[in-house]
């Protein structure tokens, strides 16, 4: 009796479980880098209806959903899955969740965990998510050139990140994906406003290629320091073997990943040999200039000294030497000023401390030589500049000569013994004390004969002439402005009406494209050429409270316009570019 029993609740068990509704996520990998892909399942053993997918957030969906069902009969047993496929990309690094799935299974709804992935840089040699290596072919490279892979500390090298591009190929539009991180070094990204299609080779082939990023980097310190890549997504148009009814080859469009490679720069520590004991961290090549406002004053006038570095090198990354200043003149805090540009070689400009100084005692004074230490990479040497002795002619002030020979017993004054800081003084102390009071009742509401009664009449007399010279004054100004805008909102128009009648032509119809969205925005947010940065723009949209959705739109549309001068495109992609573009300038237009 217990065996049948037994049997009975096994029996049952085997039936509950096997009842059982299992609905899991996996993913083909749990740490990738931001150019690799990865495949995502959602397996459920049960078939349910009303599957809905995570919305990936961070992630670009590459493909899906793929749908398989597989069934078995093993033993007399069957076994069901149902299996929803995915292929996706990251767009940023750092920690990522794939969110929940859900699907409903007889009528009951069941969820999936979240999968956490680890975003890395991008790496050499992708996976395409079943493991598999993504071929990139020959067709676009993205390239790093570093100017000097063996650098002192503080010595200043370039990256210039370069898009080499076939001769077939054609790049149709490209975004960044991940920014390099410039651990260990200190940067300064020089703007390309505009991208140059140049001819070069790369591999020993002819290629054409834009220079996208110029960085120039300075090492913080020694060792081998890494130069993390720079990832890009790209839209490239590569020929097919498909033709058009008059013989010419169609072109596909294909969404690829690339990155220019890590870069390992073996960074040399600065000789300790021969080190000057002033030297504060300067590398590069500099003279050192000091200068006096005048040689010659009174004492108690002030006059000002300036010590100034010029040259070319890690200018923003040391300071300026501190001169010795006679005990007998007052010195304030300098003045720091920086005139420096940044190119490719490096920082170039000059860097000035002026200082306020006021002697107090008359006479000759000297002010000693200045010493400044610096590496001279090219050499290998550290070199020493010291500045000439400054000599400042010191006349008594007649101003002050009472206050410098009156005796002990002079009233109001205090005595100047040599050496000592002169402290002026009158006899009018205390002449801010008035002697004689016009006394007023508390409670008075006179306001015929006031003060403020006289005070409106004078203002409403000077007022109002003033008013009407400055409107004569101003409105003509903001009347050009105004004029200047209107100007500018016409050609917007002329040029987009350029666009249209120049389709079938690439370059025309990108080109007046370009400069109708231009003269759109100079005459909306009334700005000018140089203020048409993409970072500038993004942050007056944003602040004119445009739509993001719009304005990223834009960018990316102007971003294409860039690119597509040299890469042909098909009438029915300008086309669309023509719609988005009248779209786009039709919203923002409302917004503003």
């Not at 490279?141 to 002192?152: G, Q």
């Not at 010291?386 to 206050?403: R, T």
Request: hydrophobic fraction near 35%; proline fraction near 4%; glycine fraction near 6%.
């Amino acid at each position: 009796m217990l065996k049948k029993i037994s049997f009975i609740f096994s029996l049952l068990f085997v039936t509950y479980m096997s009842a059982q509704v299992t609905f899991v996520a996996k993913a083909s990998r749990e740490k990738v880098g931001i150019n690799e892909r990865i495949k995502v399942e959602f397996e459920v053993n049960k078939d349910g209806d009303n599957f809905i997918a995570p919305d990936f957030e961070g992630f670009k969906r590459i493909a899906g959903p793929g749908q398989s069902v597989k069934q078995q009969w093993v033993n007399g047993e069957s076994s069901f899955s149902k299996t929803y496929t995915y292929f996706i990309q990251p767009m940023k690094r750092g920690q990522l969740t794939i969110g929940q799935a859900e699907i409903e299974v007889q009528g009951q709804v069941y969820k999936t965990s979240p999968i956490n992935i680890e975003v890395t840089a991008a790496v050499d040699n992708p996976d395409d998510g079943n493991g598999n290596r993504i071929d990139l072919s020959d067709a676009i490279h993205l390239v790093a050139e570093v100017s000097d892979y063996k650098p002192y500390v503080n010595e200043g090298i370039s990256v210039v990140y370069k898009l080499y591009v076939n001769q077939t190929t054609n790049v149709r539009n490209w975004r960044s994906l991940d920014e390099p991180k410039y651990n260990n070094f200190w940067s300064q990204i020089i703007e390309i406003d505009q991208p140059e299609v140049k001819q070069g080779t790369y591999g020993g082939s002819n290629y054409r290629y834009v220079e996208l990023r110029k960085t120039v980097l300075y090492p913080q310190k020694s060792g081998k320091l890494t130069i993390e890549p720079l990832s890009l997504s790209v839209s490239v148009e590569v020929p097919s073997n498909r033709r058009d009814f008059f013989g010419r080859r169609l072109y596909d469009v294909v969404e690829r990943t690339i990155s220019a490679k890590a870069k390992t720069i073996d960074v040399k520590a600065l000789p300790e040999a021969n080190k000057p004991a002033n030297f504060s961290g300067a590398v590069g090549k500099f003279s050192l200039n000091t200068s006096l406002s005048k040689t010659e004053l009174l004492a108690s006038e002030s006059l000002s000294y300036e010590v100034k570095v010029s040259g070319s090198g890690n200018l923003r990354l040391f300071s300026l030497p501190k001169p010795k200043f006679p005990s007998s003149v007052d010195v304030y805090d300098p003045e720091h000023d920086e005139k420096v540009s940044t190119r490719l070689s490096g920082l170039r400009g000059q860097i000035t401390d002026n200082y306020t100084i006021v002697p107090n005692v008359a006479g000759s004074l000297e002010i000693n030589p200045v010493q400044f230490s610096y590496f001279d990479p090219s050499e290998e040497v550290y070199k020493t500049l010291s500045s000439k002795s400054q000599f400042i002619n010191v006349k008594p002030n007649p101003n002050l000569a009472s206050a410098n020979s009156s005796p002990a017993t002079s009233t109001g004054n205090t005595i100047a013994s040599p050496g000592t800081k002169n402290i002026i003084s009158t006899t009018n102390t205390f002449n801010f004390i008035e002697l004689e009071t016009e006394f007023s009742a508390i409670n008075s509401n006179r306001f015929y004969n006031s003060f403020w009664f006289w005070l409106l009449i004078i203002i409403s007399i000077i007022g109002i002439p003033l008013a009407i010279i400055l409107k004569k004054i101003i409105q003509p100004k903001f009347g050009q402005i105004n004029t200047d805008h209107k100007r500018a909102n016409k050609l917007a128009k002329r040029y987009l009406s350029g666009a249209k009648q120049s389709i079938g032509t690439s370059e025309a119809f990108y080109m007046n494209l370009e400069l109708a969205l231009h003269k759109f925005l100079k005459a909306k947010l009334r700005i000018e050429t140089q203020d048409l940065t993409k970072e500038s723009l993004r942050d007056k949209l944003s602040e004119q409270q445009v739509n993001e959705n719009e304005i990223e739109a834009l960018i990316n549309l102007i971003e294409k316009c860039e690119l597509a001068r040299y890469a042909s495109a098909a009438n029915q992609d300008m086309q669309t570019d023509y719609n988005q573009a009248t779209e786009l300038i039709s919203n923002i237009d409302k917004q503003l």
